[in-house]
């Protein structure tokens, strides 16, 4: 670490101390955490990333918690969302998967564990892991729009935040509370449990213990594993291969490409654990946590490829090729998290600190042998003082730092040994004018990337920001909006200096040092409704890219591998997203609700270039839900497009319809801290492709899966 930084950083970590000492007895008591346990959760969506809450540049912000979460609980973080407006997922594996917001994946999309980085490899390649435990979120928050500019402002599609318990945030009222959930899935034998301890030891003392385990085998998947355009490509390379005499690798193409039933090396095991302490009293509190995230995966190989050929300079003799076992990784991270609060008195009405450590590691095996070994370690920090509300004016000021040292051992390791740099200062501010508010953002990052093996040392000044302005008359219940945000970011690490194979997702990378900064203007309309019986939300939104980075497939191979190269042109994306709810009836003790979200997203390369690749098409989701305090019963359909808005040798996707349906039943009614869910996923055991995964050609979506879990709070 630089000296500048060094410096930077114990600033950061001395923040919280010095008004800590000064804190009196008068100072007004703490905001509420809107978070009571893991259980009692209501549907109101009440923002806790580290920041202002329910500011209105939040134009894109919902959440999922309490049993909905528990409903959609999945082996990664990525696959658990997808039920919110917006939201995709990069589904290359069960083991691991990202969200995908607005289009958006990879370095665009932050994925934070109570507002800090989660410090993994996850947006090096898709397909690392995420080392965020779903079974341990007590709340997970997807922002949208211009306040991501809060995050970085790298974070054009969005970030999701995920809270859980591990520091604590309240004082329980009992001498002990337990928290427990568990669960079988029947499309991957998929066994999970997970549970969580808080301990009160003094009136202001609490301590906090948690860990969870989920065992998965093979996925389940109706009909042929491969999709059309796969299996058509490798049933005619067999019978290439018949026709020139090479019969046993007919038989192995023909063999893969009526694979069915089951994706082979897509079983997955992850353990975590984690403890925490925090003191909490009126003047503000002080928290620090400990937790460690395992986890094994398989990640399954595209059928057909590097199969041998018959060498063309010979005369008639094949190239034998080395047989390797399948793929998988195994993880871990070790992460320490320390978050503090002061609460003042003055202009400024609360100083807040976050901070986190991470020392992580992941070993692609090749069946039994080590292929390449992936480490990173870093820090990341964040302090922002808080404004008091002034006649209508508030808002937040801060800085952020983040640190991590990258490194690749072994003979596919792509992306060099590299470190990366950078510190930030950032402001959001909000105006209350009655019927008119008005929001402000201004950020400022300097991002260093080097590597010394390549001599390559370069540093990146990007300035964003942010206005928005709402119009909500006096006790209406509709507010309308329009935010416009200039973002810039650096490009990755990975963008920059990527250059070798990479075995797991078999392809050869390619990026370019020469890269600049990533500039985008950004535009967004939204209004929104709500009373006591309908809720209906709706937003368009629009980016437009100068220098946009990308990776794309050349149609060229390298030592067997298909070549994904970076490239930088300007893009245009515009979509919309959309969600409504609304009590239609009674039934006796129930409510009888609709509810529907519907998102479509477009992007393109400017000048000609094509689609971007890897964009969700169109979907539609409408569900009838009867509700009571002692039982909930749902019943929903989901459909999406299929997508022919494809770029170079990316394959189109079908369109697919599922069905589902879902009961929660509370035997001691709505607080009696037992939820008892059951639900049917696929009914009809369709065949369907995400088309923003990378391997939705051989890995589609499982097919009729039957969930059970229980959720104890007490």
């Given at each position: 670490?630089?000296?500048?930084?060094?410096?930077?950083?114990?600033?950061?970590?001395?923040?919280?101390?010095?008004?800590?000492?000064?804190?009196?007895?008068?100072?007004?008591?703490?905001?509420?955490?809107?978070?009571?346990?893991?259980?009692?959760?209501?549907?109101?969506?009440?923002?806790?990333?580290?920041?202002?809450?329910?500011?209105?540049?939040?134009?894109?912000?919902?959440?999922?918690?309490?049993?909905?979460?528990?409903?959609?609980?999945?082996?990664?973080?990525?696959?658990?969302?997808?039920?919110?407006?917006?939201?995709?997922?990069?589904?290359?594996?069960?083991?691991?998967?990202?969200?995908?917001?607005?289009?958006?994946?990879?370095?665009?999309?932050?994925?934070?564990?109570?507002?800090?980085?989660?410090?993994?490899?996850?947006?090096?390649?898709?397909?690392?892991?995420?080392?965020?435990?779903?079974?341990?979120?007590?709340?997970?928050?997807?922002?949208?729009?211009?306040?991501?500019?809060?995050?970085?402002?790298?974070?054009?599609?969005?970030?999701?935040?995920?809270?859980?318990?591990?520091?604590?945030?309240?004082?329980?009222?009992?001498?002990?509370?337990?928290?427990?959930?568990?669960?079988?899935?029947?499309?991957?034998?998929?066994?999970?449990?997970?549970?969580?301890?808080?301990?009160?030891?003094?009136?202001?003392?609490?301590?906090?213990?948690?860990?969870?385990?989920?065992?998965?085998?093979?996925?389940?998947?109706?009909?042929?594993?491969?999709?059309?355009?796969?299996?058509?490509?490798?049933?005619?390379?067999?019978?290439?291969?018949?026709?020139?005499?090479?019969?046993?690798?007919?038989?192995?193409?023909?063999?893969?490409?009526?694979?069915?039933?089951?994706?082979?090396?897509?079983?997955?095991?992850?353990?975590?654990?984690?403890?925490?302490?925090?003191?909490?009293?009126?003047?503000?509190?002080?928290?620090?946590?400990?937790?460690?995230?395992?986890?094994?995966?398989?990640?399954?190989?595209?059928?057909?490829?590097?199969?041998?050929?018959?060498?063309?300079?010979?005369?008639?003799?094949?190239?034998?090729?080395?047989?390797?076992?399948?793929?998988?990784?195994?993880?871990?991270?070790?992460?320490?998290?320390?978050?503090?609060?002061?609460?003042?008195?003055?202009?400024?009405?609360?100083?807040?600190?976050?901070?986190?450590?991470s020392d992580y590691e992941h070993t692609e095996?090749?069946?039994?042998?080590?292929?390449?070994?992936?480490?990173?370690?870093?820090?990341?920090?964040?302090?922002?003082?808080?404004?008091?509300?002034?006649?209508?004016?508030?808002?937040?000021?801060?800085?952020?730092?983040?640190?991590?040292?990258?490194?690749?051992?072994?003979?596919?390791?792509?992306?060099?040994?590299?470190?990366?740099?950078?510190?930030?200062?950032?402001?959001?501010?909000?105006?209350?004018?009655?019927?008119?508010?008005?929001?402000?953002?201004?950020?400022?990052?300097?991002?260093?990337?080097?590597?010394?093996?390549?001599?390559?040392?370069?540093?990146?000044?990007?300035?964003?920001?942010?206005?928005?302005?709402?119009?909500a008359p006096d006790d209406a219940a509709f507010?309308?909006?329009?935010?416009?945000?200039?973002?810039?970011?650096?490009?990755?690490?990975?963008?920059?200096?990527?250059?070798?194979?990479?075995?797991?997702?078999?392809?050869?990378?390619?990026?370019?040092?020469?890269?600049?900064?990533?500039?985008?203007?950004?535009?967004?309309?939204?209004?929104?409704?709500?009373?006591?019986?309908?809720?209906?939300?709706?937003?368009?939104?629009?980016?437009?890219?100068?220098?946009?980075?990308?990776?794309?497939?050349?149609?060229?191979?390298?030592?067997?591998?298909?070549?994904?190269?970076?490239?930088?042109?300007?893009?245009?994306?515009?979509?919309?997203?959309?969600?409504?709810?609304?009590?239609?009836?009674?039934?006796?003790?129930?409510?009888?609700?609709?509810?529907?979200?519907?998102?479509?997203?477009?992007?393109?390369?400017?000048?000609?270039?094509?689609?971007?690749?890897?964009?969700?098409?169109?979907?539609?989701?409408?569900?009838?839900?009867?509700?009571?305090?002692?039982?909930?019963?749902?019943?929903?359909?989901?459909?999406?497009?299929?997508?022919?808005?494809?770029?170079?040798?990316?394959?189109?996707?079908?369109?697919?319809?599922?069905?589902?349906?879902?009961?929660?039943?509370?035997?001691?009614?709505?607080?009696?801290?037992?939820?008892?869910?059951?639900?049917?996923?696929?009914?009809?055991?369709?065949?369907?492709?995400?088309?923003?995964?990378?391997?939705?050609?051989?890995?589609?979506?499982?097919?009729?899966?039957?969930?059970?879990?229980?959720?104890?709070?007490?």
């Amino acid at each position: 670490m630089s000296h500048r930084k060094f410096l930077i950083s114990a600033a950061i970590f001395a923040l919280p101390i010095t008004p800590a000492l000064a804190q009196q007895s008068e100072n007004p008591p703490p905001r509420e955490s809107g978070l009571s346990d893991d259980f009692h959760d209501d549907d109101m969506i009440v923002v806790t990333a580290p920041y202002v809450d329910q500011l209105d540049l939040l134009a894109g912000t919902s959440a999922l918690s309490g049993d909905d979460l528990t409903e959609d609980l999945r082996g990664q973080i990525g696959d658990s969302l997808t039920s919110l407006p917006g939201v995709s997922s990069t589904s290359f594996s069960p083991g691991s998967s990202r969200p995908v917001l607005r289009g958006f994946q990879g370095p665009r999309v932050r994925v934070l564990t109570d507002g800090i980085g989660s410090l993994d490899a996850s947006n090096t390649s898709v397909d690392h892991a995420v080392t965020i435990d779903p079974l341990t979120a007590q709340r997970v928050e997807i922002l949208r729009g211009p306040a991501v500019l809060l995050f970085g402002g790298d974070a054009i599609g969005g970030a999701v935040n995920v809270i859980d318990k591990r520091i604590p945030r309240d004082i329980p009222d009992d001498d002990l509370h337990i928290d427990a959930v568990g669960g079988y899935g029947s499309a991957a034998d998929d066994w999970s449990a997970a549970g969580s301890v808080d301990v009160p030891l003094t009136s202001k003392l609490v301590i906090h213990a948690d860990g969870s385990f989920r065992d998965t085998s093979d996925l389940r998947v109706p009909g042929y594993v491969l999709s059309p355009a796969l299996r058509t490509e490798l049933l005619d390379d067999a019978a290439e291969e018949t026709s020139e005499g090479h019969l046993d690798e007919a038989a192995e193409l023909t063999e893969a490409a009526n694979q069915s039933g089951r994706v082979a090396n897509t079983a997955s095991r992850t353990k975590t654990a984690g403890t925490g302490i925090a003191y909490i009293d009126d003047g503000g509190n002080l928290g620090f946590s400990v937790s460690y995230y395992d986890t094994n995966y398989g990640v399954p190989a595209r059928p057909g490829a590097g199969h041998a050929h018959e060498d063309p300079g010979g005369a008639g003799a094949e190239e034998e090729e080395e047989e390797e076992g399948p793929v998988t990784i195994g993880l871990e991270q070790v992460r320490a998290d320390l978050r503090g609060g002061v609460n003042m008195g003055g202009f400024f009405e609360a100083l807040n600190f976050r901070a986190g450590y991470s020392d992580y590691e992941h070993t692609e095996f090749e069946g039994d042998e080590i292929g390449t070994v992936f480490s990173v370690s870093g820090i990341e920090a964040r302090a922002e003082l808080v404004q008091a509300d002034h006649d209508g004016w508030r808002g937040v000021l801060g800085t952020q730092l983040l640190v991590r040292d990258f490194n690749a051992i072994g003979a596919e390791a792509f992306v060099p040994k590299n470190s990366v740099e950078s510190w930030a200062l950032f402001s959001v501010q909000e105006v209350d004018l009655g019927s008119i508010e008005l929001e402000g953002a201004l950020r400022f990052d300097q991002t260093t990337i080097s590597a010394n093996a390549l001599n390559f040392d370069r540093s990146f000044n990007a300035v964003s920001g942010a206005f928005g302005l709402a119009y909500a008359p006096d006790d209406a219940a509709f507010k309308i909006g329009a935010n416009i945000s200039r973002s810039e970011r650096a490009p990755s690490a990975e963008e920059l200096l990527s250059n070798g194979p990479h075995i797991a997702t078999q392809a050869f990378e390619i990026g370019n040092p020469d890269f600049t900064t990533e500039k985008s203007w950004g535009g967004e309309l939204y209004a929104r409704w709500e009373s006591d019986a309908v809720k209906v939300s709706a937003t368009a939104y629009a980016n437009f890219f100068n220098d946009y980075i990308f990776e794309a497939e050349t149609g060229v191979e390298e030592d067997g591998l298909p070549i994904f190269q970076y490239l930088q042109r300007d893009a245009t994306y515009y979509g919309f997203e959309a969600s409504a709810s609304a009590v239609v009836g009674h039934a006796g003790d129930f409510d009888l609700i609709v509810d529907g979200v519907a998102d479509y997203v477009r992007a393109k390369i400017d000048d000609g270039g094509g689609p971007v690749p890897r964009i969700p098409p169109l979907r539609l989701l409408g569900g009838v839900k009867a509700h009571s305090d002692n039982l909930d019963l749902r019943a929903e359909l989901e459909w999406s497009d299929s997508q022919n808005k494809v770029a170079a040798f990316e394959t189109p996707t079908d369109s697919f319809t599922m069905v589902n349906a879902s009961a929660a039943w509370r035997p001691f009614g709505k607080d009696g801290g037992v939820t008892l869910l059951a639900s049917a996923n696929n009914i009809f055991d369709v065949s369907a492709r995400r088309h923003a995964s990378f391997t939705k050609d051989y890995v589609p979506l499982s097919g009729r899966d039957i969930r059970v879990s229980a959720k104890f709070s007490f």
